[in-house]
């Protein structure tokens, strides 16, 4: 499947550098030629010779160390097709986030023009520092190709996230960009964000966009809770496209996101439907991307609960206030105070199935202007991918077909159709 193509490897210095072993035997098997540069704390992991066996080439470590000329950095750069950092540690990320070349890997990702994978791995705290996430947020909003880790046991002993993901979706995420069409047909593709990083088509300066973001979190007791697998990206994109567009935005999630806009953090539906209400008067535009439980549980315990000797265990729910269509109808009450200002209402709607027949359903139910419907029964796009496609649907139930994107490209094509027709489409629900 990858004849012909030439996949470089980078390993840097951490635990899962080992397992690369295993990365690299996948794309020898599938015929790719594979190169590998690893950081000398690599090496303290895996060794130079394992490598250079399993990927039948010569492992680059440092810079300067051929007899012959040859500018390392440059010749790496120009013969793969893709590169893979696989673990890729704090360290590194932070250095390429920031341009840093101080060793052959660095220097490599630095001329390099093709697609890059990084996956990360490191400790659950050092992955959740801020730092780190916003240096992860740069790379991603510049193309590069993040993949998360996974949560679980670490090595360093602490549980949680900061797993290498699974080697198969590296491996499929190398041959999906090695395959594409815009790889194929341009040996000069750089990366999707030349594209994403256009400015904004339209101008929202002077006007206030909400939105909401990421699963809530009911609480069951002071351990457990129901949330869902919402990621909240597809919101974050949306209100960071909005803040290039010039917004006052205001974000409101579940989530652990830092941005140089307002984000107010909460957890359970009636903290989210508290902080609309708070913000939802002087809005322009509200985007309600989040996934808000249907259901709450009855009564949340102070304590642990204890587990008994019955097999079963009931949970009592009570149904939480459908947020979306409470703030369509304080609208339409206050009408009169809003002027000709009132807010446009934007709501989404993830289905396993019927997608644009109940999406139009909700429309009228909920009484907003618009609903962004996407198929979350697809493992390629949706909750926790980053790329979307989703269907735009008015309150005169046209519907608008985004075909797959990223999901920055997605948020700024909704924001241009929603301000573009609410400036057609009377608010009043
Ligand atoms: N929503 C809301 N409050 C709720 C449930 C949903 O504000 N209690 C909002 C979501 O933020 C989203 C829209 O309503 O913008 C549609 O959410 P969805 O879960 O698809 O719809 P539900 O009304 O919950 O219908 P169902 O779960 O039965 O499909």
């Not at 046991?153 to 995420?173: N, P, S």
């Not at 159709?417 to 608010?427: G, P």
Request: hydrophobic fraction near 40%.
């Amino acid at each position: 499947m990858l004849t012909g193509k030439t996949i470089l490897v980078g390993i840097t210095g951490g635990i899962a550098a080992y397992k690369i072993c295993e990365l690299i035997r996948m794309y020898k098997r599938a015929n790719a030629n594979v190169r590998v540069i690893c950081t000398k704390n690599a090496l303290n992991f895996v060794t130079k010779l394992t490598l250079q066996n399993l990927s039948q080439n010569e492992v680059g470590v440092e810079e300067f160390e051929l007899d012959e000329y040859k500018p390392e950095h440059i010749s790496y750069a120009d013969e793969a097709d893709v590169m893979v950092i696989a673990p890729a540690t704090a360290n590194t990320i932070s250095k390429i986030a920031h341009g840093i070349c101080d060793n052959l890997l660095t220097s490599v990702v630095c001329a390099f023009r093709k697609p890059i994978i990084i996956a990360p791995a490191m400790n659950c705290n050092m992955w959740e520092n801020p730092i780190i996430q916003e240096n992860l947020h740069k790379l991603s909003s510049l193309g590069y190709k993040i993949l998360e880790p996974d949560s679980g046991f670490l090595a360093c002993g602490y549980e949680g996230k900061g797993r290498l993901c699974e080697l198969e979706k590296i491996f499929k995420t190398t041959s999906e960009l090695i395959t594409t069409e815009k790889q194929q047909s341009s040996p000069d593709f750089v990366f999707i964000s030349k594209v994403e990083e256009e400015t904004s088509a339209i101008n929202l300066a002077g006007k206030k966009v909400i939105v909401t973001a990421g699963g809530t979190i009911e609480d069951i007791d002071p351990v457990r809770y129901i949330s869902n697998y919402s990621s909240g990206k597809m919101g974050l994109a949306i209100a960071d496209e909005a803040h290039k567009a010039g917004a006052e935005v205001v974000l409101i999630t579940t989530k652990d996101f830092q941005r140089d806009y307002k984000i107010v953090k909460i957890k359970s539906a009636l903290e989210m439907q508290d902080a609309l209400d708070e913000e939802f008067t002087t809005a322009d535009y509200i985007f309600m991307a989040a996934a808000v439980a249907d259901y709450r549980v009855k009564n949340v315990a102070d304590q642990k609960i204890k587990k008994t000797s019955d097999n079963e265990f009931t949970l009592e729910l009570i149904k939480n206030p459908d947020i979306l269509a409470g703030l369509c109808a304080k609208r339409k009450l206050l009408m009169t105070d809003f002027g000709d200002e009132a807010p446009t209402i934007v709501g989404f709607c993830a289905e396993t199935q019927n997608l644009i027949q109940y999406a139009q359903n909700k429309i009228n139910q909920k009484g907003c202007d618009f609903i962004i419907a996407n198929d979350v029964s697809r493992k390629d796009i949706g909750f926790s991918s980053d790329e979307n496609e989703v269907y735009i649907i008015n309150k005169n139930l046209d519907v608008k077909k985004l075909d797959k994107q990223s999901k920055t490209i997605i948020a700024k094509e909704i924001l241009g159709e929603v301000y573009e027709q609410s400036r057609n489409l009377c608010n009043i629900g």
